[in-house]
């Protein structure tokens, strides 16, 4: 047994009489004071597992058992200290992510709904291509998707059909354009029989999560979405939770895996807010390691502000709130979605590869996480490129295959340069982040502490009401981070300067780097500086500066 | 006398004895039914003039009286039809805005703020630069600009010295750096005598006023602005009514005349609210033109809903909001600052071109008009081409000289194509921009009209919240305009598609265009077509889609 990977207790047993997910059997282990309860499952064949998770080195003891089992089982093990590589779950700390055994993680993440729902030879070619890519995270879907480009039944489903299900044949019309499904509205909601899981779903799919871990990547696993034809957007409340409770039981002692609640959790219209709040609160109480956990909205923020979530999981373009979630919710901020390389036409999947990696410098420069996506529209003469396997339609968000945009090259570059830092970065208090959502008055009370140069502008601020300040606000950022007075990073974006300024602490000597974010250029420009700093630039778009303590 | 031509009559006379700007000359003329009231003026020199400007072709009778006058003088005059290239004052109607004449005014500006208070040789330079530029209106300052990169004082300044501004230098101190300037707090505030205007200054101001108009440039006047080290923004009110009086006298028959009550009011802090309330009734009845007139903010925006505010002139970067604010003012929207193109280190100035090109397609392309500045870093290696005039320090933005940036030769391509339609844009109703400002309860109500698919999307924003769903609007621009049923264009802006989809009427025939903006290039892709047509296109930024009747 080994810190951070999973270990796996194996029993014989009768087939389950009844439902097949929700089965008695449950373990404790103990380690000196500390217990942890998890469930068993069944695993078809004849067999019941038990997983867990160690994050401790030393001595458990544990304790197996339930009806499932001839009788209890008791044993103990010893758990060795971390190989290489292996660092435990990412969660959140303050506002920062770090891997369980306190090493950052910066999270550059990509996209890929149906990864899992392709065919082998879709699937290889997706992580051959994960290997070589930049990512450190995919958000990937459990239940398969129908969508634009996306028209595919898989393999396997992760459940068994019901009797109203059998003869579905689940195919696509003729050129269904989908915008979320009818289905979704309950009608096509008891297809599956979710107390007979595929167990060849499950372990083909938990094969995949662990090639994910073996490439050093986080499984953002979605839970519900709404593009469907097949019936898993509304399956009724208690199958849901059936489902979550079967999948917490296999699932969570891998160490690499989030809960994204859903893609789009607002667009599932055969949820409610009660069904989403006790969806989260199942997830939170049934997953004994706390793995991260989020929901993913369309158009409306899911209340990150709630105990159980660990992080923002934001989709938006509105790269220049970074700041102020920070310091409104106190957590990692994650904007998972925002537009993707692509050629499509639609206006969420043709932005170019700049724009992807100025994306990603918006608003990782300030202290968030990105996620990536690529989309070049089946037919286009540039998405022949998409795959090597002959199939059609495949896109990279949804299904994976082969990148060849601008931005993950970049991508890659800015990794390396990020995780060079000795910690994670945060926003420096510049520009006018803080004043958002407050106010007149208490814009009025900062601005009384201003230097007196600025009284004008921040007396006009101050009586521009919250809206439009909030929105003006918006228009106007700053991207500034720092690693304590280690670093200090200023994304220049569109800026051309030729010229500009850095406040730096005055005790302490610096070195000046100049980074072209475009071009992958880095260049010491100054070093030995402290205080007021003028810095040389080069008068074009995409550039950063870096200001390390020497 | 022409129409759209500013006539003068000269009276010899006396030096007046007090004040010489609030002299007792007047004179009504009629034509017809029709009366006009205006107001003459001391020029200096022993000699008295009043202007008019005839818009109408036709015996004007006029009656001029006065104490400065021996006696009242009456005559009459036939007005002839405009010659080619007078087209008379510039108008809002509606939410466009119109010559005189009816001709379409699209507002391609630029900005050269102390444009007629730099050397001969160096305005000559300016005319000379704009004679070949694409644009149809500057904004320019009465009074001299103190700021960065303006540090010298003007020949002439609008009015003589008071006795306590007599020895004043007004040199800039050494490597000064400004923000609005503590002057501005009243201390300088009596250092100019209005009563005695400079006649020279307003002789050479006129002088460069007629050729603006011989090149078919407006000329948007800012009365005050806060950049100031001479006293001009602190004059005590009533000065600044005795200065407004006697430039309506002299100025207002000029018809390519537009009143701009400030550049950033909001920071000229010797001023309050009723101060510039005060002045905006002033100038709208004392104008017998009814010239543009409105007023242009750093931070906080004027109320553009004034009764005599004829437009928005918003200093912005949210371009997203032309349809919001055609809308809400149903008045025109002119985005007079956004950023400039340049490298300076501050970030209003130092935008790419492409940046530059961009803001006027997102502002334009929906019915607004947007407003260019240039900003190259003295200094800098590219500013070598700022002027050939020798002077050091010569920035665009402010002095004039050369422009050598590359948005002027896209938005003269832009000006072109725009000027060819056959009448004014007008955003096309697509897109979330009709919903905001709006409460939960009223999208929700929009939401019930909208077609069965997007009911998820309007249910989710229409629970969003006002503030919420307010910026994630902005955040999800469409630039579509039309022209009735006769042009549409739609603005691609970042989207790259290789394909996309334009709505057209059933019944018409369109042909269709594609253009990219910064490479200058327009090819017919299809022809014939109407309803929902698939377009196809270059997958590369910055390009337009223009639907033209056939």
């Given at each position: 047994?080994?810190?951070?990977?999973?270990?796996?207790?194996?029993?014989?047993?009768?087939?389950?009489?009844?439902?097949?997910?929700?089965?008695?059997?449950?373990?404790?282990?103990?380690?000196?004071?500390?217990?942890?309860?998890?469930?068993?499952?069944?695993?078809?064949?004849?067999?019941?597992?038990?997983?867990?998770?160690?994050?401790?080195?030393?001595?458990?003891?544990?304790?197996?058992?339930?009806?499932?089992?001839?009788?209890?089982?008791?044993?103990?093990?010893?758990?060795?200290?971390?190989?290489?590589?292996?660092?435990?779950?990412?969660?959140?700390?303050?506002?920062?992510?770090?891997?369980?055994?306190?090493?950052?993680?910066?999270?550059?993440?990509?996209?890929?709904?149906?990864?899992?729902?392709?065919?082998?030879?879709?699937?290889?070619?997706?992580?051959?291509?994960?290997?070589?890519?930049?990512?450190?995270?995919?958000?990937?879907?459990?239940?398969?998707?129908?969508?634009?480009?996306?028209?595919?039944?898989?393999?396997?489903?992760?459940?068994?059909?019901?009797?109203?299900?059998?003869?579905?044949?689940?195919?696509?019309?003729?050129?269904?354009?989908?915008?979320?499904?009818?289905?979704?509205?309950?009608?096509?909601?008891?297809?599956?029989?979710?107390?007979?899981?595929?167990?060849?779903?499950?372990?083909?799919?938990?094969?995949?999560?662990?090639?994910?871990?073996?490439?050093?990547?986080?499984?953002?696993?979605?839970?519900?979405?709404?593009?469907?034809?097949?019936?898993?957007?509304?399956?009724?409340?208690?199958?849901?939770?059936?489902?979550?409770?079967?999948?917490?039981?296999?699932?969570?002692?891998?160490?690499?895996?989030?809960?994204?609640?859903?893609?789009?959790?607002?667009?599932?219209?055969?949820?409610?807010?009660?069904?989403?709040?006790?969806?989260?609160?199942?997830?939170?109480?049934?997953?004994?390691?706390?793995?991260?956990?989020?929901?993913?909205?369309?158009?409306?923020?899911?209340?990150?502000?709630?105990?159980?979530?660990?992080?923002?999981?934001?989709?938006?373009?509105?790269?220049q709130?970074?700041p102020e979630?920070?310091?409104?919710?106190?957590?990692?901020?994650?904007?998972?979605?925002?537009?993707?390389?692509?050629?499509?036409?639609?206006?969420?999947?043709?932005?170019?590869?700049?724009?992807?990696?100025?994306?990603?410098?918006?608003?990782?420069?300030v202290?968030?996480?990105?996620?990536?996506?690529?989309?070049?529209?089946?037919?286009?003469?540039?998405?022949?490129?998409?795959?090597?396997?002959?199939?059609?339609?495949?896109?990279?968000?949804?299904?994976?295959?082969?990148?060849?945009?601008?931005?993950?090259?970049?991508?890659?570059?800015?990794?390396?340069?990020?995780?060079?830092?000795?910690?994670?970065?945060?926003p420096s208090p510049m520009g006018f982040s803080a004043l958002v959502?407050?106010?007149?008055?208490?814009?009025?009370?900062?601005?009384?502490?201003?230097?007196?140069?600025?009284?004008?502008?921040?007396?006009?601020?101050?009586?521009?009401?919250?809206?439009?300040?909030?929105?003006?606000i918006?228009?106007e950022p700053t991207y500034l981070?720092?690693?304590?007075?280690?670093?200090?990073?200023?994304?220049?974006?569109?800026?051309?300067?030729?010229?500009?300024?850095?406040?730096?602490?005055?005790?302490?000597?610096?070195?000046?780097?100049?980074?072209?974010?475009?071009?992958?250029?880095?260049?010491?420009?100054?070093?030995?500086?402290?205080?007021?700093?003028?810095?040389?630039?080069?008068?074009?778009?995409?550039?950063?500066?870096?200001?390390?303590?020497?």
């Amino acid at each position: 047994m080994r810190q951070y990977e999973m270990m796996e207790l194996v029993f014989p047993g009768k087939v389950p009489e009844g439902s097949e997910a929700s089965v008695d059997l449950s373990a404790v282990f103990k380690k000196g004071e500390k217990t942890w309860r998890v469930k068993g499952f069944y695993a078809g064949n004849g067999t019941y597992k038990v997983r867990f998770l160690p994050e401790e080195c030393g001595t458990y003891r544990f304790e197996v058992s339930g009806s499932v089992l001839e009788g209890p089982c008791k044993d103990s093990f010893n758990c060795e200290p971390a190989k290489e590589k292996h660092h435990g779950p990412v969660r959140a700390e303050g506002t920062a992510l770090r891997y369980a055994d306190g090493k950052n993680f910066t999270g550059f993440g990509t996209t890929i709904y149906a990864f899992f729902h392709q065919s082998q030879a879709l699937i290889d070619e997706t992580f051959n291509t994960l290997s070589k890519a930049p990512f450190n995270k995919v958000r990937l879907c459990i239940f398969p998707k129908h969508y634009n480009y996306n028209h595919n039944n898989p393999k396997y489903y992760a459940f068994e059909r019901s009797e109203k299900g059998k003869d579905l044949k689940f195919e696509a019309e003729e050129g269904s354009q989908v915008a979320p499904n009818s289905s979704d509205l309950g009608e096509g909601g008891n297809n599956w029989d979710v107390h007979h899981p595929c167990f060849a779903f499950w372990d083909a799919f938990e094969e995949n999560l662990t090639r994910l871990a073996d490439l050093g990547i986080e499984a953002d696993l979605i839970l519900f979405h709404p593009y469907d034809r097949w019936g898993f957007s509304s399956m009724p409340q208690e199958d849901n939770l059936v489902y979550l409770d079967y999948l917490l039981r296999r699932l969570s002692a891998f160490p690499n895996v989030w809960w994204s609640m859903a893609n789009e959790y607002d667009l599932c219209r055969a949820k409610t807010l009660a069904d989403w709040e006790e969806i989260e609160e199942f997830i939170a109480s049934n997953d004994p390691y706390r793995h991260m956990l989020s929901n993913h909205n369309c158009l409306k923020p899911w209340d990150w502000a709630r105990e159980n979530v660990t992080h923002v999981s934001w989709q938006s373009k509105q790269f220049q709130r970074v700041p102020e979630l920070l310091s409104k919710y106190q957590k990692p901020v994650l904007f998972d979605e925002c537009r993707y390389e692509g050629n499509l036409p639609e206006s969420w999947g043709n932005i170019s590869g700049k724009r992807m990696v100025q994306s990603f410098w918006r608003v990782m420069s300030v202290g968030g996480h990105c996620t990536h996506g690529e989309t070049f529209y089946p037919g286009s003469e540039e998405a022949k490129k998409n795959t090597d396997t002959g199939e059609s339609e495949v896109v990279w968000w949804a299904r994976g295959g082969r990148l060849h945009g601008e931005s993950p090259e970049r991508i890659a570059f800015m990794r390396e340069l990020f995780e060079s830092f000795p910690g994670p970065l945060a926003p420096s208090p510049m520009g006018f982040s803080a004043l958002v959502g407050k106010s007149d008055e208490e814009v009025l009370e900062m601005a009384k502490l201003a230097p007196k140069g600025f009284g004008a502008f921040l007396e006009s601020i101050a009586s521009m009401g919250t809206s439009e300040r909030d929105r003006f606000i918006c228009a106007e950022p700053t991207y500034l981070g720092h690693v304590g007075e280690e670093i200090y990073l200023r994304y220049l974006d569109t800026e051309c300067c030729i010229v500009t300024t850095m406040q730096l602490p005055e005790n302490g000597s610096y070195r000046i780097d100049l980074i072209d974010t475009w071009n992958m250029t880095r260049e010491t420009v100054l070093s030995g500086v402290h205080g007021t700093v003028e810095v040389p630039c080069y008068g074009r778009e995409y550039c950063a500066i870096l200001a390390v303590r020497e």
